[in-house]
């Protein structure tokens, strides 16, 4: 069982991650926090040592809930090459996924983070890096299992296949188009059928 301060820290996170995520690092006021939580400034402080801080823990929060997510999708049953199905219908849906955390936090704050938090922006990298050695994880079974085969290396495939769908979700938030992203993994499927599925 946790303790009351435990419990208050994880309040806490659950309750500024979104706002931290839609606002940014910047754009986050004190205010804004007090006002979420229902708390004062020291009862937030008194948890936190400041707002980089806070400001991570909100980060991790939801890059542990999204990374939570694409491991459920790619540890599914079934092949690799349907693993990766799994992966890209989870982000043809993505938008709906991210709209408790406040939009993608990759995309958010790697952006906002970028040239004023490096902290921020190197947790931010960090969770790119784990996204596309995931991915390419199940590429590397399917080729070891002789269920598909690459043009490039697993990593490189990879980091392409991630890069493809975050530029897609950069352009569905800033146009509030989700056909941007619709399309795209559109694309991302018949790219798997063509170019890897044997």
Do not use: W
Not at 45 to 65: I, M, V
Not at 75 to 84: D, H, P, V
Not at 115 to 133: C, D, V
Not at 184 to 192: F, G, H, K, S
């Amino acid at each position: 069982m946790s303790t009351k301060a435990e419990r208050t820290t994880a309040y806490i996170i659950e309750t500024v991650a979104p706002i931290f995520n839609k606002l940014g690092y910047v754009g986050t006021s004190m205010s804004d926090l007090t006002e979420a939580t229902g708390l004062t400034k020291g009862a937030i402080y008194g948890n936190f040592e400041n707002k980089d801080s806070l400001a991570l823990a909100a980060f991790e929060y939801n890059s542990k809930k999204l990374l939570s997510e694409i491991d459920d999708k790619l540890n599914s049953s079934g092949t690799s090459l349907q693993k990766l199905f799994v992966l890209t219908n989870f982000y043809r849906h993505y938008d709906t996924f991210i709209e408790e955390l406040g939009g993608c936090p990759i995309l958010n704050i790697g952006i906002d983070a970028n040239h004023n938090n490096s902290q921020l922006l190197a947790a931010t990298r960090e969770a790119i890096k784990t996204i596309e050695g995931k991915i390419a994880l199940c590429l590397e079974n399917g080729l070891n299992n002789n269920e598909l085969r690459l043009p490039v290396t697993p990593l490189q495939f990879s980091k392409q296949l991630f890069t493809m769908i975050q530029g897609a979700v950069a352009m569905a938030t800033i146009t509030g188009d989700r056909k941007y992203l619709l399309n795209t993994v559109t694309y991302l499927d018949q790219l798997i059928v063509r170019e890897i599925k044997k």
